[in-house]
């Protein structure tokens, strides 16, 4: 998408280590305007999978999930990564590691909100190594609910997330992907 | 809100303790529509303090935020709880008490997204003791941004918020104001 391209070459920063920063449109500050109009490429990519309910990781999922539920009409749940008093004890629970963090978080999701017979799409912000997206797919298998596609934003390719979810059998799209971070540059996709 | 106010009848639990339960539409699973619909009513009760930023806490004040801030046109910042790799060292932090955890969380916001002469509109899910939101305000008085106004969907008048917000002089709305919860009731304002 060009003005997704666009901003991430205009406002971007290789941090090095595969770390890219978005924090002034995406992950800190967000440009409302762009998230929506992703949202809107996100529900034209995948009106052919007919999906009930969006699902996403807190919290820099929450942006781009919450416009594309807007744009299909759909509710969307974002996974909590601490369970709140206000969740019930039995709940969905997995694990998944954190590429910004180093370590293991968890991935928290009500039966309330998820259940049998729902076709799930998972939007996140980065397709990277894919474990969170992975950590998210388990939660949906775990409560009897239908994987239907994936969408992120920003696609990392070097970090093969892509294939990790390709057993996963479902369209996955991105954005914008970008192939290498070598040498202090962000080279995008062919 | 009406639209708002009906979904807090039918679909809101008091769990006791003051704690009102609204995950099935505001913070763990949001209705998208109805979030954009309080984003326009934010927009237009708003509309006269020419805000140039819309503030909000993660997580779920993310939402409301976001959809106030598309219908104004602006950007939103919203403050971490955890520093992220991708934030430079020196950043604004408060500390504020939360009211769901029990103890103190951080409120952190990169210079980067909030400076001087921004006129600063902070928007929450929530406004009970107004702590959190007073914990936005000094990190926009910190960085010599002026807080022009704050909104929250949901205010419960019976803690106070809105008397402790009110030497911050600015207009302060919530879509919808419940007064008191007492005996597993859920009491509206009149």
């Keep these: 998408m060009d003005s997704l391209k666009k901003r991430i070459m205009q406002e971007g920063t290789n941090l090095g280590g595969g770390i890219l920063k978005v ?3 995406i992950n800190h500050q967000v440009d409302p305007v762009l998230m929506d109009d992703c949202g809107a490429e996100f529900a034209r990519l ?36 601490n369970k709140p008093i206000t969740m019930p ?7 998944a590691p954190s590429h910004t963090k180093g370590s293991m978080v968890e991935l928290i999701v009500s039966p309330e ?19 969170t997206i992975m950590g998210l797919a388990r939660l949906a298998q775990a409560a009897g609910a239908e994987l239907v596609g994936v969408g992120a934003l920003i696609e990392k390719s070097f ?27 962000i080279t995008f996709c062919a």
């Design 89 to 95: 004890d039995q709940v969905y629970l997995t694990v």
């Design 113 to 131: 909100y998820l259940g049998h017979g729902e076709r799930v799409l998972i939007i996140d912000d980065f397709l990277a190594s894919g474990s």
């Design 23 to 25: 924090d002034s449109f």
């Design 159 to 185: 970090e093969g997330g892509r294939e990790a979810l390709r057993h996963l059998n479902v369209p996955i799209h991105s954005l914008v992907c970008i192939s290498s971070m070598e040498n202090g540059q």
């Design 46 to 81: 995948f009106a052919g999978v007919n999906p009930t309910r969006v699902l996403t990781a807190e919290i820099s999922g929450i942006a781009p999930a919450l416009m594309t539920a807007r744009h299909m009409q759909l509710p969307v749940v974002y996974a909590r990564k």
